[in-house]
């Protein structure tokens, strides 16, 4: 079974501190997995992705850091 | 405890002085505000000084002794205190307490910060470090991106506000045209607002506070000492709260209501016996817009989910029903970090002595300021009363 979580907020960042430059605009979220609230990038944004609170999010990895990152779709 | 009132005031205009050191900040803004008590300098007792970032940004640290130096203050014992955004009101809230207490009858209180002179890039990662860093930080959140995760979430739970987001720094703007110690001096739209460089959504710059300089300083006394040689009116501390909340915005149990201020906003009313609306004028913290409304609702000025409307409604503007950021705000005042908390305390003050000039309120008997550091994880609320 694919892990899944949902958005709870979200926002679409343009302006970055200088680490995070080359990845602008990228999208942050707070995301609800398995009753637990956290905050990860949501990989696979386009101009086109509609985001909404309570939009499904896949998980997609563990950054090097444990980090958990999610994807759109 | 001992009543204990704010007898000298003294600031720096805010703005971008990136050749101005941080010893000229302090000597000017320190200065004024032992000048303004009418008392040698010889009387002040101890000093709290508030900094957030002048080891990473300037490479100074151990501002206490930094300050007392440059103001000729001696051999008087001297601390610096740190929590982002709030350090000033935290700084605050020490020297009220070590004066309540009868340990000293007269401090100053100081604070300081200099950011322009650094890339909007460094200052954005200096401030990120008010967030967790591994958790937060670290994953590419901004302290805008933070906020703008909250507006959204607003958005979510009481419908979008974008438009009162934006008359919110419309209005914070048209205040600080009277206010000749504020940084910006421009008249702006709602239009401007919204169509403006995009930061984090739905954040323009816009929606975002300043990147300042500056430094107030605030002069405390017992009451019963400073009746003896205040020539002006006292403006006694009537109410002082103080909570927190957790570091991050995923762990606290709501985004749009600030647990950390309704806490501090509680036990400081409680304090004074006031009720919101006894509230004359407050200067709330506006780091972003959609932090005005919120924190307007949080302290019990207008209901939840309200807020919104009453800034379209003008009862946040300089004539409306409680005036909000009279001064400007740290969105056109600006917002020196170190020295916000004291900033704010500046403009009350200066409203209850009357001496506002052209942003003079006609009743200015009690008023209160609110600051918040990081994700509203510190919240200091102070009420003041004219005698």
Partial sequence: ?73 | MRSVSVVGIGETRFGRFPETSLKELILEAGTKAIANAGLRKEYVEALFMSNFSGQPFSGQGHLGPLAAEVLGLGHIPTIRIEGACASGSLAFRQALSAVASGMYDVVLVGGVEKMTHQSTEAVTAGIAGASDIDLEAGIGATFPSIFAMIAQRYFHEYGNVRDAMAMCAVQNHENALLNPDAQMQKRITVEQVKNGFPIADPFTIFDCSLVSDGAAFVMLAATDVAESFCPKRLVEVVGCGQAGDSLTLASKGSMTTFAATVRAAHQAYSMAGLSPAQIDLAEVHDCFTITQIINTEDLGFFVKGQGARAVSEGKTAINGQIPINVSGGLKAKGHPIGATGLSQIYEIVTQLRGDGGPRQLKKADIGLTHNIGGTAATCVVNIFRGR
């Fill in chain 1, 1 to 73: 079974m694919k892990r899944c979580g949902a958005i709870y907020s979200f926002c679409v960042v343009h302006s970055s501190t200088e680490a995070f430059q080359g990845k602008t605009p990228y999208v942050l979220a707070v995301v609800e997995d398995n009753r637990k609230k956290l905050m990860a990038r949501v990989e696979g944004y386009t101009e086109k992705t509609d985001i909404a609170v309570g939009m499904e999010v896949r998980f997609l990895a563990e950054d090097e850091k444990g980090n958990p990152i999610y994807s759109f779709g």
